[in-house]
C-alpha cells in the first residue's frame, strides 16, 4: 500500500485489513458468514422461516459460493417485520435506531448494538481515510442528523479518526458557508446535490471556496456522475470522492473510493460479502458483469441481513487497485432498477437523462424529470435549468436540442421546459429528481 496510506497519524489504523491476501480476506468472510447464518437463524423468525422454506440451513454452506442456496432478503421483509421484529438480540441491547424516511408504506427500522455502533465507527473512519481525510482535519458534516444515517454515520467516524468534526446538518445553506470559512475545514461531509448547492451560494454571496483550506469532499448517499465530480472539484476546489451505502446494511461505511485512484468503490469485505445478480432471475452473475447488487453482513449484531437485494444496478471489479487496497471495486452506482420510469413503454433511468443533459452547452447541472397523466397517456415533462450567461431568447433552441437528444439517446419523447437560473428546486439533502404528478391531477 502506498505512503499516503500507511500515513495517518494517531488513529489505530490497520491497513492490513485492507490489503489482506484475497485467500486471507475469503477465509475470514467464510468464518464470519457461517456465524451470521447461524445467528439470523437461530435469533430471527423470518430467517429461521425462510431458511426452512427454502430447505437450507446454516451449516450446509460449506464454501461462499454456497450462499447461492440461500434466499434474498428485499425492503418489505424489514416493513412486514415493523418496527423491530427482524432484530436478533433483545430489544434491550439495541442502542440506537435509524430509520429510512420511505416514500410509500412504513419506513424501515434498523438497529444497533454497542459493538454495531463501534463496527460502524470504524468502518466510517476507514471510509474517510480513504477518501483522504487525516487526524487532526476539521470535517464539516453536511449530512443530516436524525433517523437518516448520513449524519451519525460520519460524525462518529470522523470523531474515530480523531478529527474535529462540525455536526452542521443538512440546510440553511447562508450559515454552511460562513462556518466553512469561519472555522477552515478541510473536509466536507455532503450529498453531492447538496455540495453543489453549497456552492452556488457561496458564487452568490461573493465567496471563492477554492481560496478554504477545504480539501476533500466525501460525498455519497445519491447516484452523481464524472461530469459532476469534475464541477465539484473545480467549483470547489477539492478532490470529490464517492463513498455508498445503505440503512439496511449499516448506512454510510460500505464501501468507499480511494482518493488515489477516485475509480470504483472499495468495497469492506471483512464486513460485508458482495454478489451481483440477474434482477430478473435471481441468479448470480460473474465478476465484472452488471447487475443487482446483493449484499450478506458479517459482523452485524442486531440486524443482520443474508442477500440483501439493494436494488442498485452496478458491477464488481477485482482488477489491482493503484492504492494497494485488496478488497473488490463496486463500481459507480448509476441507478436503481426501482427508480425505472416507464413512459409509453419505454424504460428511463434518472441517471439516463442526467447523462444526457450534463454534456450539453447552455444548461445547468439542476434538473427534475415531471410525470403527468394525460387522458390514459403518461407524458414526462424535463424540467432543466439555463445557465446565467444563457439569453432568454435562446431558451427554445436548448429546449428543442434537449428533447431531440433524449429522444435519440433513450428513445422516449418528452416535453422540454427550460427555466430561468435558480428556479429548479434545490437539494438540501438527497436530490429529488422525479416529480410524481400522476395520482394528483
Ligand atoms: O444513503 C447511506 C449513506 C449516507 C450513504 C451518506 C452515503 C453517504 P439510505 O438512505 O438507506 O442510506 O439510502 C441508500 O442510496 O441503496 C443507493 O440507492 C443510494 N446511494 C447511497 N450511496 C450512493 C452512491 C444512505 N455513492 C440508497 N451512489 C442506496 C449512488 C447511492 N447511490
Known amino acids: 500500500m502506498s505512503a499516503q496510506v500507511h500515513d495517518i497519524g494517531g488513529y ?47 451449516d450446509d454452506l460449506r464454501t461462499l459460493e454456497d450462499i447461492r442456496h440461500f434466499p434474498f432478503t428485499v425492503k418489505d421483509d424489514l416493513r412486514a417485520a415493523y418496527p423491530f421484529g427482524m432484530f436478533a438480540v433483545p430489544r434491550e441491547q439495541v442502542v440506537r435506531v435509524h430509520a429510512s424516511s420511505g416514500t410509500t408504506g412504513k419506513p424501515t427500522v434498523v438497529g444497533y448494538t454497542r459493538d454495531d455502533i463501534d463496527t460502524w465507527a470504524d468502518l466510517m473512519a476507514r471510509t474517510l481515510a480513504a477518501c483522504g481525510a487525516r487526524p487532526g482535519d476539521i470535517v464539516h458534516n453536511a449530512y443530516g442528523y436524525g433517523l437518516f444515517t448520513g449524519g451519525l454515520g460520519a460524525h462518529y467516524g470522523a470523531e474515530r479518526l480523531g478529527c474535529t468534526v462540525v455536526p452542521m446538518s443538512g440546510g440553511n445553506t447562508e450559515k454552511q458557508i460562513v462556518l466553512l470559512r469561519d472555522f477552515g475545514a478541510h473536509v466536507l461531509c455532503a450529498t453531492p446535490s447538496y455540495a453543489l448547492n453549497i456552492a452556488e451560494v457561496a458564487e452568490k454571496e461573493g465567496m471563492d471556496l477554492r481560496e478554504l483550506p477545504l480539501r476533500i469532499g466525501v460525498f455519497g448517499a445519491e447516484p452523481w456522475s464524472d461530469k459532476m465530480r469534475a464541477e465539484l472539484d473545480e467549483r470547489l476546489g477539492i478532490r470529490a470522492v464517492d463513498i455508498y451505502g445503505l440503512s439496511e446494511i449499516l448506512g454510510p461505511g460500505v464501501a468507499s473510493e480511494c482518493v488515489e485512484a477516485r475509480a470504483g468503490l472499495h468495497g469492506w469485505e471483512d464486513h460485508f460479502l458482495f454478489e451481483i445478480i440477474d434482477p430478473e432471475t435471481g441468479e448470480p452473475r460473474p465478476m465484472g458483469e452488471t447487475g443487482e447488487l446483493v449484499i450478506t453482513t458479517l459482523t452485524k449484531q442486531a440486524l443482520p441481513m443474508v442477500r440483501y437485494r439493494t436494488r442498485d444496478i452496478t458491477r464488481l471489479s477485482d482488477e489491482p487497485c493503484a492504492c494497494g487496497r485488496t478488497h473488490v471495486r463496486i463500481m459507480r452506482v448509476t ?21 444526457v443533459l450534463v454534456g450539453l ?9 415531471v410525470l403527468r397523466r394525460e387522458g390514459a ?7 432543466v435549468e439555463a445557465t446565467p450567461d444563457t439569453p432568454e431568447s435562446g431558451y427554445a433552441e436548448i429546449a428543442g436540442r434537449v428533447r431531440h437528444q433524449i429522444k435519440t439517446m433513450i428513445g422516449v ?9 435558480g428556479e429548479v428546486p434545490r437539494s438540501q439533502g438527497k436530490a429529488v429528481r422525479v416529480r410524481d404528478l400522476r395520482r394528483e391531477g
Open 377 to 383: 397517456m403518461d407524458s414526462l415533462t424535463v424540467e
Open 335 to 355: 441507478g436503481r432498477s426501482d427508480d425505472m420510469l416507464i413512459i409509453r413503454g419505454v424504460n428511463v433511468y434518472p441517471s439516463q437523462v442526467e447523462s
Open 12 to 58: 489505530k489504523y490497520q491497513p492490513e485489513l485492507e490489503t489482506m491476501p484475497r485467500e486471507k480476506l475469503a477465509a475470514l468472510q467464510l468464518e464470519r458468514l457461517r456465524w451470521t447464518l447461524r445467528h439470523a437463524y437461530d435469533n430471527v423468525q423470518h430467517f429461521r422461516r425462510r431458511f426452512d422454506e427454502a430447505g437450507v440451513k446454516p
Open 413 to 421: 419523447t418528452c416535453a422540454v421546459e427550460v427555466k430561468r437560473p
Open 361 to 369: 452547452p447552455g444548461i445547468a447541472p439542476h434538473y427534475q424529470l
